[in-house]
């Protein structure tokens, strides 16, 4: 019981602080130094230094740092240039007021459905200052962003997730052609996708935190509000910068897109792709000289560094949660005490919890498909139906974990705070959620 109890405890210190400090580097160097302690007693100087190597050698973690100095510079180059006015500009021309505006921002994520991070950056990073203009709270852009990339991601049967998920399932005789007919079954994503687009065009209501952003630009106030916490992106504003050519910004999101499909859904090659185009369009232009560039495109990755340090711990205590025995207490007990029918609703709420808790999705798959998937074939419940349940609940708990590496991704294109993020969502996210465990416990039923 007590060790159950601190397995718990580290996350609990986290929220707490988070939500009260607004300061998310001192909350989870909180949380992560628990964690610490009760993985490592008396050792946990060592076994810090050893979580942190352990975090450093990750490949996730590598992939997410080198993403996010890339990304910085290029955002930084962007915003120099003047591309970004420039596109804003045009695209002010084709797509006027705030709904227009909106569905063109889900059109592009619809569009970008290959990679979250491509998803959630690019949407987010063009159309913030075309938003700003027209009035757009950011908090809009970030939760739609952020639902977006999380979800067509197991919806659309062509991305990395659909590939992991298959490589767990081939054991149990599931392939490509059972996982499609699972998806008409995936509620909580179709539902958060379909509410971002009524929201979007203004057919569905604003809830909670995105209410109370749109009472504060109506009366006057900012579109992007300063919540006082730490700032964890250091990229600086594009107000004294003149606008250039729009294909100075359409020209690299076209390499960048083209390279991540050409590249094996590679984002790292096609954000050095994109790189290489900005030089040879900035240069020759004289848009700025060589020297600047690598300037800017420093002080862009410099920019980055807060949010690095906030992932590099998110990913310790991802690792430290896990060893702690979060799946062990949380679906241990499940086993052959729960009904049939309940099989499927219980995998979405418990995955869900899991991705919440641990803060890492292909983690969780890892470990809660193979048992929930034989548990519904020894009961005789629809693999299909099981498998939809597990991918739900990666979603949805992926949607609202603060310190999940897509989350902050939103974070870095919009400034929005990831607390806010999440906070944002609670409503719509709560919306999907009962509705897609009822309709787990009824087809389960059925």
């Known amino acids: ?49 050893d979580a942190f190597y352990e975090t450093a050698s990750d490949s996730s973690f590598q992939f997410c740092l080198i993403l996010l100095v890339i990304f910085g510079g290029v955002i930084e180059l962007f915003q120099q240039s003047g591309a970004l006015q420039g596109f804003g500009n045009l695209i002010s021309k084709f797509a006027k007021g705030q709904k227009r505006l909106l569905a063109l921002a889900w059109f592009m994520s619809v569009i970008m459905f290959v990679d979250e991070y491509l998803n959630s950056i690019t949407v987010t990073f063009s ?17 739609q962003a952020h639902a977006m990339a999380c979800c067509l991601c197991v919806t659309i049967p062509f991305t990395g997730w659909i590939g992991f998920s298959l490589s767990l399932v081939s054991d149990y005789g599931m392939g490509f052609t059972e996982y499609v007919k699972a998806i008409p079954f995936m509620f909580y994503p179709i539902i958060l996708i379909l509410i971002s687009l009524l929201l979007a065009v203004g057919l569905f209501p604003k809830l909670g935190y995105m209410k109370t952003a749109y009472e504060r630009v109506e009366a006057g106030g900012p579109t992007l509000y300063d919540e006082g916490g730490e700032n964890l992106v250091g990229i600086g504003g594009i107000d004294d910068v003149e606008p250039s050519s ?53 002080n862009g ?96 708990g992926y949607s609202l974990c603060f310190y ?43």
């Open 1 to 49: 019981m007590i060790h159950d109890i601190l397995a718990f405890l580290p996350l609990t210190v986290l929220i707490i602080l988070a939500l009260v400090t607004k300061n998310m580097a001192g909350s989870m160097s909180a949380a992560v130094f628990l964690a610490m302690l009760f993985l490592h007693k008396e050792n946990i100087l060592a076994g810090t230094i």
């Open 127 to 143: 159309m913030r200052d075309i938003m700003d203009r027209n009035r757009i709270p950011r908090e809009h852009l970030a939760f």
């Open 246 to 298: 729009a294909l100075n910004a359409l020209i690299p999101i076209i390499v960048l897109i083209s390279g991540v499909l050409i590249c094996d859904n590679d984002m790292i090659s096609g954000l050095i792709l994109a790189l290489a185009a900005q030089f040879l369009l900035y240069i020759p232009q004289r848009v700025m000289k060589v020297s600047d560039f690598f300037e800017h495109f420093l």
């Open 301 to 396: 990755a410099k920019g980055m560094t807060s949010i690095g340090v906030i992932i590099f711990l998110g990913f310790t205590l991802s690792t430290a949660n896990e060893k702690l025995g979060f799946f062990d207490i949380v679906i241990g007990g499940v086993g052959n005490t729960l009904p049939a029918f309940l099989i499927p609703a219980a995998s979405f709420i418990l995955v869900a919890f899991c991705v919440f808790a641990v803060g890492s999705c292909w983690v969780v798959m890892l470990i809660t498909m193979p048992v929930f998937v034989p548990m519904a074939m020894a009961a005789g419940v629809s693999v299909s139906l099981t498998v939809a349940a597990v991918m739900s609940g990666v979603c949805l």
């Open 404 to 446: 999940a590496d897509a989350v902050f991704m939103c974070t870095a294109g919009t400034k929005v705070s990831n607390i806010t993020i999440v906070r944002t969502t609670i409503p719509y996210a709560i919306i999907g959620g009962v509705i897609s465990a009822a309709g787990f416990i009824i087809c389960g039923l059925i």
